[in-house]
């Protein structure tokens, strides 16, 4: 049996209003029903059933019990999906005869899972103790979805964790119903995105895991998908890496989950902008992302000053000189504390997780989203290639008209040439699965250090600005207003560095070739040199 269902965090404050709820009074088809569970999860010492993507469960309720064997939840933007299986036992104790036959008669994939000698060595790992409310409603759209509030707690060992969330369990109808109800209920009650599922914080609170960030998974197309199915795949692929970070923006210290949400973002605004005009994202919806964006983008700024660009300036001066640089480190590493915590309380935020819904709603609800089209809804492998090479072309031009003038360029020049480079190198990622990668990669080589250099004359200039920033802020005469211009002075002189480096960067990437398909009708063949030719 597969299961759907939307998982919210409510404050235990929230409660009363929330069972005061109209659209619970009006929408629920009989009173809500309540009930006392038990869950006891077991799993063998080295914990082989969450090694292998399963989990197990006895539940309790009054005086019957429930064995229950569930895939591991797979989750993004608050959805969780998973197959489960269920059979009666007579007590707190699996009885796995009856319930492993049934998985191996539903799921051979599943059953190839369930090693014998994992279930031999079972143990009880952790329990939880839930006051369970639930309401069946008949949605005005068509659909039902019972909608659950758990109020609990988790035990593994002594350890106890409270938990108060709302579930939202599709039973019939569409999966955008979950959204839409979910934000229907944001705009009277502070949801946020829950955290994971009961298991996976039972299992957390068992054996704590170090919060890390998550890079950008690979994406996976098909020649034969349509250009709208492409455009999916590569949003939910941008989604979730702007998700699996959240938790250590709001948790962790460490800057690179800020760094990889805010490249989640910008490669999910990018992916936007690809495939405009063919798909438009709402205006509100751009306005939220640009909010987002900056939040993190002010972080990310900071750091880079305080724990990169200041740190490299004071190691080359002078050994006498590098404890004078200590005032202005202090001062940095304070502001990128400061710009660290507004990201946190801007990602804890119920305007975050109602942006995150919205636009998981948004890539659900697709009639909202495409006028029909018969390029759009094509599904020719040759045409979703072409038009890949259609973008990836005119990618490629318009940075090499940027680039035609990066001796004498401005710094806006160069920032807008580094934004093109950006959006070129993640296009060629998003389509990196249908390319050559013997044709891809020397190419790709020669646009990463075009990128990295740009990258590093930015970082020289945002740090400029904040520098200048502090020295107004400080009073005039003081020691850290001429520690700011002396750190200003010397990264001028890395930039005249780098300015010589982008030009043998661009040397190299002006004369790559972009060619990322095999040989064949769809080959796309851009020599940049001819480019060059053309503007003589």
């Given at each position: 049996?597969k299961?759907?269902?939307?998982?919210?965090?409510?404050?235990?404050?929230?409660?009363?209003?929330?069972?005061?709820?109209?659209?619970?009074?009006?929408?629920?088809?009989?009173?809500?029903?309540?009930?006392?569970?038990?869950?006891?999860?077991?799993d063998?010492?080295?914990?082989?059933?969450?090694?292998?993507?399963?989990?197990?469960q006895?539940?309790?309720?009054?005086?019957?019990?429930?064995?229950?064997?569930?895939?591991?939840d797979?989750?993004?933007?608050?959805?969780y999906w998973?197959?489960?299986?269920?059979?009666?036992v007579?007590?707190?104790?699996?009885?796995?005869?009856?319930?492993?036959?049934?998985?191996?008669?539903?799921?051979?994939?599943i059953?190839?899972?369930?090693?014998?000698?994992?279930?031999?060595?079972?143990?009880?790992?952790?329990?939880?103790?839930v006051?369970?409310?639930?309401?069946?409603?008949h949605?005005?759209?068509?659909?039902?979805?019972?909608?659950?509030?758990?109020?609990?707690?988790?035990q593994?060992?002594?350890?106890?964790?409270?938990?108060?969330?709302?579930?939202?369990?599709?039973?019939?109808?569409?999966v955008?119903n979950?959204?839409?109800?979910?934000?229907?209920l944001?705009?009277?009650?502070?949801l946020?995105?829950?955290k994971?599922?009961?298991?996976?914080?039972?299992?957390?609170?068992?054996?704590?895991?170090?919060?890390?960030?998550?890079?950008?998974?690979?994406?996976?197309?098909?020649?034969?998908?349509?250009?709208?199915?492409?455009?999916m795949?590569?949003a939910?692929?941008?989604?979730?890496?702007?998700?699996?970070?959240?938790?250590?923006?709001?948790?962790?210290?460490?800057?690179?989950?800020?760094h990889?949400?805010?490249?989640?973002?910008?490669?999910?605004?990018?992916?936007?902008?690809?495939?405009?005009?063919?798909?438009?994202?709402?205006?509100?919806?751009?306005?939220?992302?640009?909010?987002?964006?900056?939040?993190l983008?002010?972080?990310?700024?900071?750091?880079?000053?305080?724990n990169?660009?200041?740190?490299s300036?004071?190691?080359?001066s002078?050994?006498?000189?590098?404890?004078?640089?200590?005032?202005?480190?202090?001062?940095?590493?304070?502001?990128a504390?400061?710009?660290?915590?507004?990201?946190?309380?801007?990602?804890?935020?119920?305007?975050?997780?109602?942006?995150?819904?919205?636009?998981?709603?948004?890539?659900y609800?697709?009639?909202?989203?495409?006028?029909?089209?018969?390029?759009?809804q094509?599904?020719?492998?040759?045409t979703?290639?072409?038009?890949?090479a259609?973008?990836?072309?005119k990618l490629?031009?318009?940075?090499?008209k940027l680039?035609?003038?990066?001796?004498?360029?401005s710094m806006?020049?160069?920032?807008?040439?580094?934004?093109?480079?950006?959006?070129?190198r993640?296009?060629?990622?998003?389509?990196?699965?249908?390319?050559?990668?013997?044709?891809?990669?020397p190419?790709?080589?020669?646009?990463?250090?075009?990128q990295?250099?740009?990258?590093?004359?930015?970082d020289?200039?945002?740090?400029?600005?904040?520098?200048?920033?502090?020295?107004?802020a400080?009073?005039?005469?003081?020691?850290?207003?001429?520690?700011?211009?002396?750190?200003?002075?010397k990264?001028?002189?890395?930039?005249?560095?780098?300015?010589?480096?982008l030009?043998k960067?661009w040397?190299?990437?002006?004369?790559?070739?972009?060619?990322?398909?095999?040989?064949g009708?769809?080959?796309?063949?851009?020599?940049?040199?001819?480019?060059?030719?053309?503007?003589?």
């Amino acid at each position: 049996m597969k299961e759907v269902e939307l998982k919210l965090q409510l404050p235990v404050e929230g409660v009363a209003a929330f069972r005061s709820l109209d659209i619970l009074k009006r929408q629920a088809s009989r009173r809500p029903r309540t009930v006392a569970i038990k869950n006891t999860y077991f799993d063998s010492p080295d914990m082989q059933l969450r090694t292998h993507g399963l989990e197990l469960q006895v539940q309790q309720v009054e005086n019957a019990w429930t064995q229950i064997l569930k895939t591991t939840d797979q989750a993004c933007a608050g959805l969780y999906w998973h197959r489960q299986w269920k059979t009666a036992v007579s007590g707190n104790h699996p009885e796995l005869t009856s319930l492993l036959a049934q998985v191996a008669w539903e799921s051979a994939e599943i059953a190839t899972r369930c090693n014998p000698e994992f279930f031999k060595r079972l143990v009880p790992v952790f329990t939880s103790v839930v006051q369970r409310t639930v309401w069946t409603l008949h949605l005005t759209g068509g659909g039902s979805v019972n909608v659950v509030l758990d109020r609990g707690k988790l035990q593994a060992k002594r350890k106890r964790e409270p938990f108060c969330e709302i579930r939202l369990k599709l039973k019939n109808g569409e999966v955008t119903n979950l959204f839409d109800l979910a934000l229907q209920l944001m705009d009277h009650l502070p949801l946020r995105i829950g955290k994971g599922g009961e298991a996976e914080r039972g299992y957390e609170l068992l054996v704590p895991t170090p919060i890390s960030f998550a890079k950008a998974q690979p994406v996976k197309l098909a020649a034969n998908l349509s250009v709208e199915s492409c455009f999916m795949r590569i949003a939910w692929n941008c989604l979730a890496q702007i998700q699996d970070n959240q938790h250590g923006v709001i948790e962790s210290i460490d800057p690179e989950s800020v760094h990889q949400m805010r490249v989640g973002l910008r490669r999910l605004r990018s992916a936007v902008r690809l495939f405009s005009p063919t798909i438009q994202l709402p205006p509100e919806m751009h306005e939220e992302l640009e909010w987002l964006g900056e939040a993190l983008g002010n972080a990310r700024d900071a750091d880079v000053l305080a724990n990169s660009t200041l740190p490299s300036l004071a190691s080359a001066s002078s050994s006498a000189s590098v404890q004078s640089w200590t005032p202005l480190l202090r001062a940095a590493t304070l502001r990128a504390r400061v710009t660290r915590q507004d990201a946190a309380a801007v990602v804890a935020s119920v305007r975050y997780s109602r942006l995150i819904l919205s636009i998981a709603a948004w890539l659900y609800a697709r009639h909202e989203r495409l006028p029909p089209s018969r390029s759009v809804q094509a599904t020719h492998g040759e045409t979703l290639k072409k038009w890949a090479a259609s973008r990836l072309e005119k990618l490629q031009t318009q940075l090499l008209k940027l680039g035609v003038r990066q001796k004498k360029s401005s710094m806006t020049e160069r920032h807008r040439m580094r934004i093109a480079a950006k959006e070129l190198r993640y296009a060629l990622e998003f389509f990196e699965s249908m390319c050559s990668t013997r044709r891809l990669q020397p190419y790709l080589k020669c646009l990463v250090a075009l990128q990295d250099v740009l990258g590093r004359l930015n970082d020289c200039s945002v740090a400029d600005k904040l520098l200048d920033r502090m020295v107004k802020a400080c009073k005039p005469g003081s020691a850290m207003a001429s520690l700011s211009r002396k750190a200003r002075k010397k990264l001028a002189y890395g930039d005249r560095d780098d300015k010589h480096k982008l030009q043998k960067c661009w040397r190299h990437f002006r004369c790559a070739k972009l060619s990322p398909w095999n040989a064949g009708p769809e080959k796309l063949i851009v020599a940049s040199d001819r480019f060059q030719d053309s503007l003589v």
